[in-house]
């Protein structure tokens, strides 16, 4: 079991930035992937950024060029760092942890909420 506790969220105008913070309730360093997702009133949750315990990372395509994803595995943490914020990136954004072995274990945060004004 690992517990996932996202900070960081808030409102903010668009232009402006974020960095999202999950502190993870023990080691990281053996977990697959930590990834960031996101949901937006009425929409399904998406895949915003993962990053792998080799390091690599992967972006949803409307945030690449504008968020970084990356983890301490010795702080037990990841961050999103998140600029140039546009209103479409108001949504609940919630950690996941993803243990891979022979079968899949997802774990969750409770969300952090990200609201950008235009």
């Known amino acids: 079991q690992v517990q996932l506790v996202e900070s960081g969220g808030g409102l903010v105008q668009a232009g402006g930035s974020l960095r999202l913070s999950c502190a993870a309730s023990?080691?990281?360093?053996?977990?697959?992937?930590m990834g960031w997702y996101r949901q937006a009133p009425g929409k399904q949750r998406e895949l915003v950024a993962a990053?792998?315990?080799?390091?690599?990372?992967n972006y949803a395509d409307s945030v690449k060029g504008r968020f970084t994803i990356s983890r301490y595995n010795a702080e037990n943490t990841v961050y999103l760092q998140m600029n140039d914020l546009k209103p479409e990136d108001t949504a609940v954004y919630y950690c996941?942890?993803?243990?891979?072995?022979?079968?899949?274990?997802?774990?969750w945060g409770q969300g952090t909420q990200v609201t950008v004004s235009s």
């Open positions: 990053i792998t315990s080799a390091g690599s990372t």
């Open positions: 996941n942890a993803r243990v891979a072995r022979g079968f899949i274990v997802d774990y």
């Open positions: 023990k080691s990281i360093a053996s977990i697959n992937t």
